[in-house]
């Protein structure tokens, strides 16, 4: 079945923490303009709603995760998935975006016609089957750039005569009872690092199970200094200066780590010394075999799985899976270990723009030959937007500065008559992944499914803040590779300006 078509000036994918984002940019600044967002699921939130295991946390401080132009009033600066939801259904509510979103939308198809100026949509309605479709004159990807549906775990010899249950994090029962259990953790990521300690705290005993070891820092969960500007200043400008203060700090760290990898490695590994029971093998357990932040560092706050460890209640395990077996698992040293539950907090599948199939005049748009224009649009697709936020800091900061752009360069088309806008590819720019210098597995797996970026600005992929805030607050909308064409002719007249 298929119901009439419903036309908006923009449409987003996605109500998770970009969209409800992008949706308040744009209504702040175009109040007359309609949009709607579409979601997949039967609720807001994205992440932060889908995943439901047990110390759920930003890895990230909410002063930067948050909203620029919302504070963040929580007494803890590394927050609980809970208190994250909450926030941006609180952000959607206040500022009625909650009126504009369509649940059970999934949105299948997007298709550019050139001679019309739009796109049209198509999405399944999921309760009852229905194609909808939708024309815009905008498409807005917040959809993020994992599967909602599949997460990833390999495929391990013998898992099918383990008699316990094997849970995956990304869809954790909510009657499992871990209480007082052996539990056999798998992975080495930001994921375990939450889990372990968290597991902990209900009695189980927890073998975290890693093939190789991944950079773990501590950090305190409430902001000393945050605490301090909030009790002498308003809300707002507290907020503002401790956003700054964690962007530099943030910024900083990943600068000293790409440019003097050997200190920072040396720097990390005397805290770990510090909150480690003496003697520990750090250089087994605690050593990565790449630099700091070419994956992400994952966090501890204060100290959490530090503090497992030295109390006995959390081992780690670095070895290689032979099989599983009726009890647990044989490793391929011949050690064995017992479990009561496995969990395989193994790593996520990546999805470009929520699977959606994209087309520009009847044309399928291959995202592996396509090149990311400022790390927000895509060569040759017109009127076209996505936010993928910073893999080395918060990613709010990223959706925030895209948000920004959109508006600027609506403004900008609606001053100038322009009806369309596209990024136009310069053959001399040379092509680079998109995620370069950035290589941890779940990544490597899905490369060549995403676009590509550009050896040069504007197409190369900056994972830098500050740069990118003067490019996308505050530097020209117009440049040689950003076409402008206006709909007044049957063959409209391209404008460079």
């Keep these: 079945m298929t119901t009439a078509t419903e036309h908006v000036d923009v449409l987003i994918v996605g ?142 010899p013998g898992v099918e005569r383990f008699t316990g249950p094997v849970v995956h994090p990304q869809f954790w029962p909510e009657d499992l009872d871990y209480a007082n259990k052996k539990v056999v953790l798998i992975g080495s990521g930001a994921t375990a690092v939450t889990l372990g300690p968290t597991l902990t705290e209900q009695g189980a005993h927890v073998t975290m199970l890693q093939r190789s070891p991944s950079y773990i ?150 995202l592996s030959d396509s090149m990311a224009y400022k790390a927000m649009m895509l060569s040759d697709v017109p009127n076209f937007a996505y936010i993928i936020g910073y893999t080395n800091a918060s990613w709010t900061l990223k959706a925030d500065l895209v948000s920004e752009y959109l508006v600027r360069l609506l403004r900008h088309m609606d001053a100038r008559g322009y009806a369309r806008c596209t990024p136009v590819r310069d053959p001399s720019v040379g092509a680079e992944s998109l995620f370069l210098n950035f290589n941890p597995g779940y990544v490597q797996r899905a490369v060549s499914h995403f676009p590509i970026q550009g050896d040069r600005a504007p197409w190369r992929l900056r994972m830098n803040y500050l740069r990118d805030m003067i490019t996308l607050r505050h530097g020209s909308i117009a440049d040689d590779a950003l076409l402008f064409e206006r709909a007044e002719r049957t063959e409209p007249v391209a404008v460079r300006d």
Aim: with cysteine; glycine share 8%; aromatic share 12%.
């Design 15 to 156: 109500a998770g923490l970009s969209g409800i984002g992008a949706a308040y940019h744009l209504q702040q600044a175009f109040p007359q303009r309609t949009y709607a967002i579409l979601e997949g699921r039967d609720a807001i939130g994205g992440t932060w709603d889908l995943f439901r295991y047990p110390g759920i946390r930003s890895d990230s401080d909410m002063y930067t995760l948050g909203y620029r132009f919302k504070p963040w009033l929580g007494d803890k600066s590394i927050a609980d998935g809970d208190s994250i939801l909450d926030y941006v259904r609180d952000t959607a509510a206040e500022n009625g975006i909650d009126r504009h979103i369509r649940f059970g939308h999934r949105v299948l198809r997007a298709e550019w016609s050139s001679a019309d100026n739009r796109w049209t949509v198509q999405a399944d309605r999921t309760e009852s089957g229905e194609t909808v479709t939708f024309t815009a004159g905008f498409l807005l990807s917040c959809s993020g750039y994992y599967s909602y549906d599949e997460a990833y775990t390999p495929d391990f």
């Design 217 to 366: 820092v501590s950090r305190p969960a409430r902001d000393a200094l945050a605490m301090k500007l909030r009790r002498r200043l308003p809300p707002r400008a507290a907020y503002a200066l401790i956003r700054a203060k964690n962007v530099a700090l943030a910024t900083t760290v990943y600068q000293l780590s790409q440019r003097y990898p050997a200190w920072v490695r040396e720097r990390i590994r005397g805290y770990q010394e510090r909150w480690l029971p003496p003697g520990y093998d750090i250089d087994t357990h605690f050593t990565p075999s790449y630099n700091p932040w070419d994956q992400r560092l994952c966090l501890a706050p204060n100290n959490d799985f530090f503090r497992a460890i030295r109390k006995g209640k959390l081992d780690i395990v670095t070895d290689r899976i032979e099989t599983f077996t009726e009890t647990g698992l044989r490793l391929a040293s011949g050690a064995t270990l017992d479990a009561d539950i496995v969990v395989t907090a193994t790593g996520l599948n990546l999805l470009a723009f929520g699977g959606i199939d994209l087309a520009v005049d009847g044309r399928p748009v291959t």
